[in-house]
């Protein structure tokens, strides 16, 4: 654990107490109780004050006899020697300091300490001695003004206690309050524990969050980059690429003379293979355009049906020669929906082009599109739909095939750019790994969702639900 920050006390101060206040270890209700208590029970005023003499804790009525004084201008300057002289008596080394006033009543003043080191002060007073017979000269000659009878009277009212009963009690209490403190001091030490120890916490989690931001920041960075390096290359490749594929097509077709059977049998794999690296290379440049946000859709009302047919008969070979069953069923009546139709034929292509590869010969494929409901998304565009929690109509689109499948752990990484489920049979599948990233994103920018879920008995179904109207209120 590192020291905390200046502000704040050192975990040193804080266990070894020396900054501590008779207020920071009792609670002044706590303290007024005890002192009242022991009022009520001896009749003596109790006073308690803090090391730097504010008053803590106060159990004493007032004195008819002072309020009488106080009257008299000898009486006052004769009380406020009397405070004076009070509250400058240091304790006794037993902890108990007497004084006598010009009234003859007594005080006891009692040091509190804590750790050998002194806390507060306690007052013990005035009080007159249960023996006295009445005032001392001094309080009847203080002031000629001031009625002798009406002094004697008010004499007798003080309350009354024998000295050595207020140095006991003085005793007594100064123990209670050694208990009191050591106990709080205890609380007050745990919980200053705690707090340090929270404030560290919170700190060292601060301190965390600093350095997630700044390593997202910098993945963020990265990631565009990546972004714009994608482009770029893709970009740059796209034209020799096409030279390539124009040049061989030509040498194919026999414009730059006959070629034999073999030499047209190598020029028709470079082309070949030139036709599958532009496919890639457009997939990239997709996928960059996509995660940049550059790829504008052109959505218009689109014929579900008529979609789902045109990629049923573009695939057709493909399966054929797969020996795969492909077959499609489209409800009738289906409204058509808000769309970019060139793009919402590639996101079925990828589906049906990877439910044929993966499924193994003799097998099927299905394509099937009806109507259906789904939540209106939280993206801003969905606007009130939200608030409203409106279901909007949609049309979903099933891609199902009787394939590998695609176990349930790998359902949401498969979306993921470059992602491929590592087993033997996607590996001799050959690809990319980039379909359904572009599938995942294409899909998206139609506020619509994609998932994945079995079939039975075996294989994979991917679900693509768009929503039919546009994602604007009204
Ligand atoms: N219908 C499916 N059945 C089983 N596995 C599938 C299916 N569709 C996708 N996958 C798995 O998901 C992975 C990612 O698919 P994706 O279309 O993104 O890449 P790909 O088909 O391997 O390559 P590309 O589409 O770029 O040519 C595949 O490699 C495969 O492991
Ligand atoms: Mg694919």
């Not at 009302?301 to 070979?317: F, G, N, Y």
Request: proline share 4%; aromatic share 4%.
């Amino acid at each position: 654990m590192t020291a905390p920050a200046a502000p704040h006390r050192s975990l040193d101060e804080l266990t070894l107490g020396s900054a501590m206040s008779l207020e920071d270890l009792l609670s002044r209700d706590g303290l007024s109780e005890m002192v009242k208590s022991a009022n009520e029970l001896f009749g003596v005023p109790i006073r308690v004050f803090g090391e730097d003499g504010k008053l803590l804790a106060d159990a004493a009525e007032s004195i008819d006899l002072y309020a009488y004084l106080n009257t008299s201008r000898a009486g006052r300057a004769a009380l406020s020697e009397v405070v004076a002289a009070v509250k400058a008596l240091a304790p006794g080394p037993d902890g108990a300091a007497q004084y006598q006033c010009v009234t003859g009543a007594l005080y006891r003043v009692v040091a509190i300490e804590y750790d050998s080191r002194q806390i507060g002060r306690m007052i013990l007073g005035p009080f007159a001695e249960s023996t006295s017979a009445g005032p001392p000269p001094s309080l009847v000659e203080l002031d000629p003004q001031l009625d002798a009878e009406q002094l004697r009277a008010l004499y007798r009212k003080l309350p009354k206690s024998d000295d050595a009963t207020v140095v006991r009690v003085a005793q007594h209490l100064a123990k209670v309050l050694d208990l009191l403190l050591f106990s709080g001091h205890r609380a007050l030490l745990t919980s200053n524990m705690h707090l340090a120890s929270v404030r560290e916490s919170f700190r060292e989690l601060e301190d965390k969050n600093q350095k997630l931001q700044v390593a997202y920041d910098r993945l963020k960075e990265l990631d565009r980059l990546k972004s714009n390096f994608l482009a770029t290359v893709s970009h740059e490749l796209r034209t020799p690429l096409t030279s390539i594929i124009g040049y061989s097509e030509m040498l194919v077709e026999g414009l730059a003379g006959d070629l034999t059977s073999e030499q047209r049998d190598f020029v028709q794999t470079i082309r070949d293979k030139g036709d599958q690296l532009l496919a890639l290379i457009k997939g990239l440049l997709d996928l960059s355009k996509l995660e940049s946000g550059t790829m504008s859709l052109r959505k218009n009302h689109v014929d579900v049906a008529a979609l789902v047919k045109d990629v049923v008969s573009t695939m057709a070979p493909t399966a054929r020669k797969k020996e795969v069953e492909l077959a499609f069923e489209v409800e009738k009546g289906l409204p058509a929906i808000w769309a970019d139709a060139e793009r919402l034929r590639q996101v079925l292509l990828n589906l049906t082009e990877n439910a044929i590869k993966f499924t193994p010969v003799s097998g099927a494929v299905r394509l099937s599109a009806r109507i259906t409901g789904m939540e209106a998304q939280n993206g801003g565009d969905a606007g009130g739909m939200v608030l409203l929690g409106a279901r909007r109509t949609a049309v979903e689109m099933r891609v199902a095939d009787t394939g590998i499948g695609i176990p349930e752990v790998e359902r949401m990484r498969v979306f993921d750019a470059f992602y491929q489920v590592d087993s033997s049979s996607t590996r001799e599948a050959g690809g990319t790994g980039l379909g359904l990233s572009i599938v995942k994103r294409l899909v998206d920018g139609h506020d619509g969702a994609v998932r994945i879920e079995a079939n039975q008995p075996r294989g994979t179904v991917f679900v693509v639900t768009i929503p039919v109207k546009r994602a604007t209120i009204g």
